[in-house]
T-cell receptor
């Protein structure tokens, strides 16, 4: 149980395009979802926290207009990287939880490469 | 800024017990401590979660002292497939979680 699916797993696109990443909790309802970014050989950095039906809370230094997060249902959150540039290339990982006192369950990540 | 600290790397041999410690001096009263395992190009996988004292499941044990300013993940009898990066995750504010820097465990035959 507690499976989180992330799609796509890998995407390459040209600079200036927008990319949408989906995160789905397959067998539970996620009241809270988190989006992380991970550079090679580094730890996960929290980008934003989203609760179903509410606006996402972004961490300091994360541009909310560039990284659009939508949590429209209890099983789906999306991250859209708008007007992506090479410096946005990274490994993006989502997680979901029923309650903040319970463990977060992670998707397998999306490798984003901007040319 | 609240911070968690872990050793950068550890080496072990197959069959040994491995203990990885995470320091989290600013942990909040209601926060839990969770440990994850991550392989390259994959998302972290849940290992164990605890609040106080000792928690044990089928793969690991978690030891948390009374002051909760640190925690120790114990992996019994590691194998080569346990080579991975291990993270402790601690919540410093309600609904906010921060990962430690991760410990690269290298299990040798």
């Amino acid at each position: 149980g507690a499976v989180v699916s992330q799609h796509p797993s890998w995407v390459i696109c040209k600079s200036g395009t927008s990319v949408k990443i989906e995160c789905r909790s397959l067998d539970f309802q996620a009241t809270t979802m988190f989006w992380y970014r991970q550079f090679p050989k580094q730890s996960l950095m929290l980008m934003a926290t989203s609760n179903e039906g509410s606006k996402a809370t972004y961490e300091q230094g994360v541009e909310k207009d560039k990284f659009l997060i939508n949590h429209a249902s209890l099983t789906l959150s999306t991250l859209t990287v708008t007007s992506a540039h090479p410096e946005d290339s990274s490994f993006y990982i989502c997680s979901a939880t029923r309650d903040t006192s319970e463990p977060q369950h992670f998707g397998d990540g999306t490798r984003l490469s901007i040319l | 800024l609240a911070k968690t600290t872990q050793p950068i790397s550890m080496d072990s041999y197959e069959g040994q017990e491995v203990n990885i410690t995470c320091s989290h001096n600013n942990i909040a009263t209601n926060d839990y401590i969770t440990w994850y395992q991550q392989f390259p190009s994959q998302g972290p996988r849940f290992i164990i979660q605890g609040y106080k004292t000792k928690v044990t499941n089928e793969v690991a044990s978690l030891f948390i002292p009374a002051d909760r300013k640190s925690s120790t993940l114990s992996l019994p009898r590691v194998s080569l497939s346990d080579t991975a990066v291990y993270y402790c995750l601690v919540g410093y504010n309600f609904n906010k979680f921060y990962f430690g820097s991760g410990t690269k465990l290298n299990v040798k035959p």
